[in-house]
């Protein structure tokens, strides 16, 4: 059976594993359209808006910072950005990033030995039986932070093993950590701190940032729920908060070039956070801000996915006032209100208005903010326009001016300007940053299917070049002629020949191109897959299995020839009684009830215009009913559809078979039908209920 699962979320390269303001585990799938703003976590583009996760138009407007890298192009290219594929991971599975939550503290167990390991094996004045102790306590050391322990016999056979000075001072910080993972932060700070003068300069150095974490993890304590997150209620006192910030902040004056002076920095946001202080935090922020990429010690999508969790989450228009960040809080307060997004209460536009003194040194992104306002909010695209001169004929654009010019071409196609057109073209030539062109193309392609353009897309030439928008296009609007020209395109792709071939000669059987099927049938290459038996994906690499349709002998329960004979049956005979029948089971064996190219989408989404394809999506159960109604069919032909209609509701009571439904007492009418006028028929003897 061909079971269909189409993966659309292909990703840019980006960004994390829990959409923001969202609930867990969910599945959607994208609106192909350019008018959109809800927030769904699935459908983002590289232009900075309403719909896209909070994090993603952070990380956007991120990536136009002075010394910020390119965003990653992904190795498929999509319209849609994943923000799900690159968040950085560390051994343990967690983020490599203290400053994304020290959750357990455990985390940096197998980091920890290593570097300890090589400390101590560098420092030729430890014995080496002292050194080999030490090594092997601190690899036995696994603690289980949840249970607070963490020593061992060995690691206090070690420690008290230790007579030389050098071997004395790791045994110090051995017994310094081990306590620490045990939730012992009074015994751990003291051992760190009885190493301020250890002659090891890494022993120094760690012990000194490690009494940074042990003043934020004591401040932790009876922070968190069972769960992870914060206790309602829950408070650090202000002079825990101070002592970890005074640790933190002298390691870091102690070490500015130190191994962990970008994790100290991090820790040092982490207690701003606990202490909710979201004036010092936004500080730290815009500080980063300013720092080359290689600066910040952290990457901009983490650093997207860590001001959304610790400052944006509960921010107010009044507490933020640096303008990256207000423009994130700004568009998610855009966000329609059917969205699943409860986070965010639309905008008023005196609201915005009020911000523009903190937009003093950014108009541009200002500029575009009340233009999306009055766009998406306001329903006025003339404003819109008035606000985003035409900037499309650029070699480049970053993604605050890329958003710019996207906005304004959907403000033209709402005005219906008769550039427009021109518009996408001449804006393809400057989207060059990952992610932009496809979302150029999305809009190419939505005017053209909606302004008689749609062979356009598909000469040899066209600017359309992503695949996922040509074959939505061929799946669901194409007629024959295109199909068939697709199929036989000598610039088309492999994959864009299967698409097209699979989707000719679906429509051609099932929607009464009964004649054309037979001829286009010898356009099967003679090594087409015929393995339907696997999730297959449209937009995978892996070959379709078109030759389903031309190859085998019998199919199903009803003694069916070959397909391809059936449909030569239904090319002489339209009506043939046993030919339908067959091809009803051609279609209930291969899995193809409810099949996505019987459905077209949403009439404002790419491919949502009426199909070209002549004829209408195929049921079995309207073919069924017609076989029970029709005089030339047998009696076999009549109990066999009898029997397949009564099971199109088995089990469940509700129809999978496709057309219009019917209520209990007509299936209980043909059931009785059945078992009345054809009593010795097989399919009589075996149907024992109706649903």
Request: proline share 6%.
């Given at each position: 059976m061909i079971r269909t699962v189409l993966f659309l979320l292909l990703g840019l390269g980006a960004l994390w594993s829990v959409p923001a303001h969202a609930s867990g585990d969910y599945s959607c799938g994208p609106a192909w359209k350019l008018n959109y703003t809800a927030y769904s976590g699935c459908d983002d583009l590289a232009m900075l808006g309403p719909r896209n996760d909070s994090r993603t138009n952070l990380a956007l407007l991120l990536?136009?910072?002075?010394?910020?890298?390119?965003?990653?192009?992904?190795?498929?290219?999509?319209?849609?950005?994943?923000?799900?594929?690159?968040?950085?991971?560390?051994?343990?599975?967690?983020?490599?990033?203290?400053?994304?939550?020290?959750?357990?503290?455990?985390?940096?167990?197998?980091?920890?030995?290593?570097?300890?390991?090589?400390a101590i094996r560098a420092n030729a004045k430890v014995p080496e039986p002292e050194r080999t102790a030490l090594i092997g306590a601190r690899k036995g050391l696994e603690?289980?932070?949840?249970?607070?322990?963490?020593?061992?016999?060995?690691?206090?056979?070690?420690?008290?093993?230790?007579?030389?000075?050098?071997?004395?001072?790791?045994?110090?910080?051995?017994?310094?950590?081990?306590?620490?993972?045990?939730?012992?932060?009074?015994?751990?700070?003291?051992?760190?701190?009885?190493?301020?003068?250890?002659?090891?300069?890494?022993?120094?150095?760690?012990?000194?940032?490690?009494?940074?974490?042990?003043?934020?993890?004591?401040?932790?304590?009876?922070?968190?729920?069972?769960?992870?997150?914060?206790?309602?209620?829950?408070?650090?006192?202000?002079?825990?908060?101070?002592?970890?910030?005074?640790?933190?902040?002298?390691?870091?004056?102690?070490?500015?070039?130190?191994?962990?002076?970008?994790?100290?920095?991090?820790?040092?946001?982490?207690?701003?956070?606990?202490?909710?202080?979201?004036?010092?935090?936004?500080?730290?922020?815009v500080a980063l801000f300013a720092l080359p990429d290689a600066q910040r010690g952290i990457d901009a999508v983490s650093l997207a996915q860590e001001i959304d969790a610790k400052l944006l989450t509960g921010a107010t228009a009044d507490t933020l006032h640096d303008p990256i960040l207000l423009a994130a809080f700004d568009l998610m307060h855009m966000r329609a209100a059917e969205g699943s997004d409860p986070c965010c209460q639309p905008l008023p536009h005196a609201a915005l208005d009020a911000q523009r003194p903190k937009f003093a040194r950014n108009p541009a992104l200002f500029a575009y903010l009340q233009a999306a306002h009055a766009y998406h909010l306001g329903g006025q695209p003339q404003e819109?326009?008035?606000?985003?001169?035409?900037?499309?004929?650029?070699?480049?654009?970053?993604?605050?001016?890329?958003?710019?010019?996207?906005?304004?071409?959907?403000?033209?196609?709402?005005?219906?300007?008769?550039?427009?057109?021109?518009?996408?073209?001449?804006?393809?030539?400057?989207?060059?940053?990952?992610?932009?062109?496809?979302?150029?193309?999305?809009?190419?392609?939505?005017?053209?299917?909606?302004?008689?353009?749609?062979?356009?897309?598909?000469?040899?030439?066209?600017?359309?070049?992503?695949?996922e928008i040509r074959d939505r296009l061929l799946m669901n609007v194409a007629d024959a002629k295109l199909l068939r020209q697709q199929v036989q395109a000598a610039g088309a792709s492999a994959h864009e020949r299967d698409v097209a071939l699979f989707t000719l000669l679906y429509k051609e059987a099932t929607r009464g191109s009964h004649r054309d099927f037979v001829d286009d049938a010898r356009l099967v290459p003679a090594n087409a897959s015929a393995d339907a038996d696997y999730y297959f994906d449209f937009s995978d690499a892996k070959p379709l299995p078109t030759a389903l349709f031309v190859k085998g002998k019998k199919l199903g329960d009803y003694g069916c020839p070959a397909f391809p004979e059936t449909q030569r049956r239904l090319a002489a005979t339209p009506g043939d009684p046993k030919a339908m029948l067959c091809l009803g089971e051609f279609t209930r064996v291969n899995g193809f009830d409810g099949f996505f190219l019987d459905s077209q989408p949403a009439k404002d989404e790419l491919g949502g215009t009426p199909t070209r394809f002549a004829g209408a999506p195929y049921a079995r159960l309207d073919v069924y009913q017609a076989v029970m109604a029709s005089p030339a069919a047998s009696p076999d032909d009549k109990a066999y559809a009898l029997f397949r209609a009564v099971n199109c509701y088995a089990p469940s009571a509700s129809n999978a078979c496709g057309g219009g439904g019917v209520e209990l007492a007509v299936r209980k009418g043909w059931f009785q039908r059945l078992k009345r006028d054809y009593p010795k028929s097989r399919w009589a003897q075996e149907l024992r209920y109706y649903w």
């Open positions: 990536a136009d910072l002075p010394g910020a890298p390119r965003l990653v192009a992904p190795a498929k290219p999509s319209v849609f950005l994943d923000i799900a594929l690159l968040m950085p991971r560390s051994a343990d599975g967690g983020s490599p990033y203290f400053s994304d939550g020290e959750g357990s503290r455990c985390r940096s167990n197998v980091a920890g030995a290593a570097r300890f390991e090589a603690p289980d932070c949840s249970q607070g322990t963490a020593g061992t016999a060995a690691l206090v056979a070690a420690v008290n093993g230790a007579k030389s000075e050098a071997g004395k001072a790791f045994a110090a910080y051995l017994d310094g950590a081990a306590a620490f993972y045990a939730g012992d932060f009074d015994g751990a700070a003291a051992r760190f701190a009885s190493l301020d003068r250890a002659r090891d300069p890494w022993l120094r150095e760690t012990a000194r940032y490690m009494l940074g974490r042990v003043a934020v993890n004591r401040a932790q304590v009876d922070y968190y729920d069972d769960y992870g997150s914060p206790k309602d209620g829950a408070k650090v006192p202000p002079k825990l908060v101070a002592e970890a910030e005074a640790a933190l902040r002298g390691y870091m004056k102690a070490y500015p070039k130190g191994e962990y002076f970008f994790s100290a920095r991090g820790l040092l946001r982490r207690v701003y956070w606990l202490a909710q202080d979201r004036t010092k935090l936004e500080a730290e922020y819109a326009l008035q606000l985003l001169p035409d900037a499309s004929h650029q070699a480049s654009l970053s993604y605050l001016e890329f958003s710019r010019q996207m906005l304004r071409g959907m403000a033209l196609e709402a005005r219906a300007d008769r550039n427009v057109r021109g518009f996408w073209v001449d804006l393809l030539s400057g989207a060059k940053a990952p992610g932009q062109r496809p979302v150029v193309e999305l809009a190419l392609a939505l005017h053209e299917e909606r302004h008689d353009g749609l062979a356009r897309l598909f000469v040899p030439d066209s600017p359309i070049r992503s695949q």
